[in-house]
């Protein structure tokens, strides 16, 4: 199922960068690359559309705009990504695939929820990875495009939540399945990807004002994230000085965000929220507790199954 495969991915990168910092010599292919210059490249057209003067405080009408920029130039990135990276032949897997993928006329059942549309394609199913020429058309690029269209907030309802973070992971996915990502390419895709697109999600976010998609205030892990913290807490096992009761220190926050994304998380949130952080943020305050951070990461991953993915309520 197109689920087990998602969430086999999301574990292969957890496994991946355990004990790594953001500043780990880690390497950078070629579709890494490219990948980063398209986060760039979206992030510059923020500039482009400011914020609009309006009479209501939340969800800015620039955010549409912006949004249909993407729209119009996905197809072409995703295809430009594509081409410009070389793939092997035939493309493999970039984790542990324990069942057979969807094939694309059956319904995706991880994004059917209020933060992205239940219409998505399904998980990209091998016929759609062969290694021939003419794959370097429309099926080939037809689904990531569908999912990096819904990775960043909806033009509609102006917000943004857990589902659409899921839709860009999926995105990367099917860039793994397709074989344009590989295992070695794991703990960058983390380190380097994923930081970069959560800078440019949290300038989209603070920017035009969007408001969190399904969240459950002060009783949620987060506004607008969940797997950051996940692969944040990977990062920090083993470490031999920042233990999970230190993540509500400011000074030691500020020390290490640049270093390790559950403690740049949490920056990102008490630059946005202000009063004790035991009100504001309760769940995490709680997770301070834990004595340890693989006790953190498992528990983060259970509670990421129940809440995020099984229940499908983002």
């Not at 086999?8 to 010599?25: E, P, R, T």
């Not at 495009?145 to 860009?168: C, I, K, Q, W």
Request: net charge neutral; charged share 15%; aromatic share 8%.
């Amino acid at each position: 199922m197109a689920y087990s495969d998602i969430m086999s991915f999301i574990l292969s990168l957890n496994s991946a960068v355990k004990g790594l910092a953001m500043s780990s010599d880690v390497l950078i292919s070629e579709t890494v690359r490219n990948v980063l210059a398209m986060l760039d490249k979206m992030a510059a057209w923020q500039s482009e559309y400011p914020p609009v003067e309006q009479s209501q405080r939340f969800g800015n009408r620039a955010f549409r705009t912006w949004h249909g920029r993407l729209v119009t130039e996905a197809e072409g990135l995703v295809k430009h990504l594509c081409e410009s990276a070389k793939r092997p032949t035939p493309p493999i897997p970039s984790f542990p695939s324990t069942e057979p993928c969807l094939a694309q006329s059956t319904p995706s059942p991880v994004l059917n929820s209020s933060s992205a549309p239940s219409s998505l394609p399904a998980l990209l199913s091998p016929s759609c990875v062969s290694s021939s020429p003419a794959n370097s058309g429309p099926l080939l690029v037809e689904e990531p495009v569908a999912y990096l269209l819904e990775s960043m907030g909806n033009p509609t309802r102006l917000d943004y939540g857990t589902g659409h973070e899921l839709a860009f992971t999926v995105f990367l996915c099917c860039l793994a399945k397709l074989g344009f990502l590989v295992p070695r390419d794991q703990p960058a895709i983390v380190l380097r990807i994923f930081p970069r697109y959560l800078d440019l999600v949290h300038g989209l976010q603070t920017g035009y004002r969007l408001e969190p998609a399904g969240s459950q205030g002060v009783w949620g892990l987060d506004d607008f994230h969940f797997l950051p913290f996940i692969w944040g807490s990977a990062q920090l096992i083993g470490h031999p000085s920042i233990e999970p009761k230190h993540f509500v220190e400011t000074r030691m926050v500020e020390d290490n965000r640049q270093e390790y994304i559950f403690l740049k998380m949490i920056h990102s949130i008490t630059q946005v929220k202000s009063g004790p952080f035991a009100e504001h943020s309760n769940q995490l305050w709680n997770i301070s507790g834990v004595a340890a951070w693989t006790k953190v990461n498992s528990g983060l991953i259970k509670m990421y199954r129940a809440e995020v993915q099984i229940p499908l309520s983002l």
